[in-house]
């Protein structure tokens, strides 16, 4: 990217966004090159956040690497929780029982919508909205208590288990859930009064960083971006799982496929999340929240006082783990953000052979540079907080 | 043989190695020199696998093509999916880019160039990813060491 000195050609500038600049959405490093306002290129740098989690998979048990992977897109770990364990079950064969099934819903649209919120916030504050960004961290911070109540953790919470969940929903815990989903859908038409017909809001959004969906496709773009120019690609609603099957609720959609229809996706998805809660709240089914294999799950607590075969399951598993049948199995799920799998490759060892996670983060992510050509650098701004990536996911 | 295992043997006689169904993941395996051209079938084909989910790549030391690629891919219309293996071997790992198929495979591709090393021909920015671009290894190798790295910047205090 030699400087081009020719008497009468502008030489192009070159400019360096972050990899701390507030506007990159985390450690991310934009590289702009400009012809005056207008960018010409941008080249992401990426990997600041890169920790070697994959890597660190292969040198821990099945059950270890849980914990491990819940850290990756540190903005919906239950995303990463889900693919994960879901990867492991299908190896394993085992069964999932409905309660645990549909808890896990539950906690997925909960994250979500805690996503969202997060992306809400950020993007608005980049684009000088900054009480949104209070309003969706309030809301936000009321699903972080509610998630603290489930598994006792914040962020990273390793609640879902390979085989169903750590444990039942805490007493109190549904009618907090139900105080909140009642209140809402007002917060976010608060929001939406706030942002959706505010012109300035508009004139940045409205007509900026349009690709056309094939583009988008070419590139692997999936998620809130891929739907906001025209394509219903719902993981949810094209091969259910988890029992997805069961709800009721639409995928939105926009045509314009730009940061504006991005943004109206994302804020009718959060409606929709609270749909499918609530219809999870009516029809919570009874029973157990995690498999009856001691081969696999860890048996309950109040048993190790009184079995000594629970005693050596518990022991076998947390000093050994559990083994998983060799072969490889890829499940992917409906992340915030897009397509998240994770592909796992056993060797019919306690520890997996190969741990590798397809973040929509990471994929999205180079539809950057096409997505912002032409435009002003101020657009660059808006695109990259549309596009909505998060670094602990992209460098894992 | 399967519809996928069919359209590829169509555009490309030869190409299909083997196949099989587990846990209702379909796996075709194909020769490595056709990869560019069994992912073009796919993509055009009638079921549309017009979306790459993945790629990525497991290393097993103990096998002659060593490190085995895995391209996911993903039909719009039908939901369906698809699992593409090769082996890019042992000595010098190499393989044709998918990028001229789909440009979202830069950095698919960019990613198992850094961790296995396995280089793509006609990528058209082969360059190490997620590690510094002066990093020594390709850590995601069977035989790297875990712990073994030297600690960054300890020159610096």
Redesign the interface.
Request: no cysteine; glycine share 14%; charged share 25%.
């Given at each position: 990217m030699l400087a081009d000195t020719r008497p009468g050609v502008r030489a192009p500038l070159l400019i360096n966004l972050g990899p701390n600049h507030p506007s990159t959405h985390g450690v991310l490093r934009l590289i702009v090159e400009l012809d005056g306002e207008v960018v010409k290129e941008v080249t992401p740098v990426?990997?600041y956040l890169?920790t070697?989690i994959?890597?660190?998979c292969?040198?821990k048990t099945w059950w270890q690497g849980v914990t491990l992977v819940t850290r990756m897109d540190y903005l919906a770990p239950f995303a990463n929780i889900k693919t994960y364990t879901m990867s492991v079950e299908?190896?394993l064969?085992i069964e999932v029982p409905g309660r645990a099934q549909w808890i896990r819903v539950l906690l997925a649209e909960l994250n979500r919508i805690a996503s969202h919120l997060v992306w809400l916030g950020t993007s608005g504050l980049e684009l000088g909205a900054m009480s949104v960004f209070f309003y969706c961290y309030r809301e936000r911070d009321e699903l972080l208590d509610l998630f603290e109540m489930v598994s006792g953790e914040r962020m990273n919470h390793r609640y879902f288990q390979v085989g169903g969940c750590a444990q039942d929903l805490p007493p109190g815990f549904i009618e907090r859930l139900q105080a909140f989903i009642d209140e809402m859908p007002r917060r976010i038409d608060e929001y939406e009064a706030l942002l959706t017909g505010n012109p300035i809001w508009k004139d940045r959004m409205k007509g900026v960083g349009v690709l056309p969906a094939d583009d988008l496709?070419?590139?692997?773009?999936?998620g809130p971006t891929l739907r906001a120019a025209g394509?219903p690609?719902d993981?949810r609603k094209?091969?259910p799982y988890s029992g997805y099957e069961h709800f009721q609720f639409e995928v939105p959609t926009a045509t314009e496929g730009d940061c504006y229809a991005r943004y109206l996706v994302r804020v009718r998805e959060m409606r929709e999340s609270l749909r499918i809660i609530q219809q999870v709240i009516d029809g919570l089914p009874e029973g157990p929240t995690i498999a009856d294999d001691r081969k696999v799950v860890l048996p309950p607590r109040e048993e190790l006082a009184w079995s000594m075969e629970a005693l050596i399951h518990h022991f076998k598993l947390v000093s050994e783990g559990f083994k998983v049948p060799a072969?490889?199995?890829?499940a992917?799920i409906e992340s915030p953000r897009g397509?998240m799998?994770c592909?796992v490759?056993s060797d019919g060892g306690p520890k997996p052979?190969?741990v590798?996670m397809?973040d929509p983060s990471?994929?999205n992510?180079?539809a950057t540079a096409p997505l912002c050509r032409g435009n002003y650098l101020a657009d660059l701004i808006a695109i990259v907080a549309t596009l909505d990536p998060v670094m602990g996911g992209v460098?894992? | 043989m399967s519809d996928v295992s069919a359209q590829i043997e169509m555009a490309s006689p030869g190409a299909v190695v083997g196949e099989h169904e587990l846990l209702g993941e379909l796996t075709v395996e194909v020769q490595k020199e056709r990869i560019v051209e069994a992912c073009r079938a796919l993509r055009d084909g009638p079921s549309q696998y017009v979306l790459l989910s993945d790629i990525t790549c497991a290393d097993f030391p103990d096998e002659p093509g060593r490190f085995r690629l895995a391209y996911e891919l993903t039909s719009l219309a039908t939901g369906a999916r698809v699992r593409l293996r090769t082996w890019a071997g042992a000595l010098d790992p190499e393989i044709e880019s998918v990028t001229s198929v789909w440009p979202g495979a830069n950095w698919m591709e960019r990613e198992v160039y850094d961790m296995f090393g396995v280089r793509f021909n006609g990528h058209p920015d082969l360059c190490r990813i997620l590690n510094p671009l002066d990093w020594d290894g390709h850590p995601l190798r069977r035989d790297y060491p875990i712990g073994g790295e030297e600690v960054q910047f300890s020159d610096a205090v």
């Open positions: 990426i990997g890169h070697g994959e890597k660190q292969e040198n299908k190896l064969g496709i070419a590139l692997g773009v999936t394509v690609h993981l094209t091969n072969g490889e199995a890829y992917p397509e799998g592909y490759v052979h190969r590798h397809r990471f994929v992510l180079q460098d894992r | -």
